[in-house]
């Protein structure tokens, strides 16, 4: 089952993709179309305005992003898809760098490793058993004999 936000935005997607030319609607897998339609939310309704545009008709992100996929996958020249794939791979390197800085795992070792030596044999304070002390007399005053 997938959640109410992607089926909100495949049935927005279907109502975009009313407005588009014969012609890229048939560049579109039928696979993919079959998918909107079994998967859009069919009590959400959505009107789309073809004399506006996508922000002034407050479309959704996830159905923005399925459009932008279908430019880049089906109506696109090749030299806006490799624009668009050179700008998704800059941005995921900026993020990538981004959470890098925010989570940099080497000053998190380097943290945990400042505890020195001695401290570390201070904490361990080994005792030993009763029952161990009074054996182990028992086995020097054997190896004694």
Not at 66 to 80: A, K, N, S
Not at 103 to 118: A, L, M, P, Q
Not at 135 to 142: A, G, H, L, V
């Amino acid at each position: 089952m997938i959640s109410v936000e992607y089926a909100n935005a495949y049935s927005e997607v279907l109502g975009i993709l009313k407005f588009i030319s014969k012609e890229d609607y048939e560049k579109i897998p039928n696979s993919k179309i079959e998918l909107f339609e079994t998967n859009q939310n069919k009590e959400y309704i959505f009107e789309y305005d073809p004399n506006k545009t996508l922000e002034e008709q407050n479309v959704s992100k996830i159905a923005k992003a399925i459009i932008g996929l279908l430019f880049r996958d089906y109506w696109g020249t090749d030299e806006q898809k490799d624009k668009i794939i050179k700008k998704q791979n800059y941005d995921r390197q900026i993020l990538k760098e981004q959470k890098e800085s925010l989570y940099n795992v080497e000053d998190i070792f380097k943290k945990k490793s400042c505890v020195n030596e001695t401290e570390i044999k201070e904490m361990v304070v080994y005792k030993e058993n009763i029952f161990k002390k009074f054996f182990n007399k028992i086995i020097s005053f054997i190896r004694r004999k």
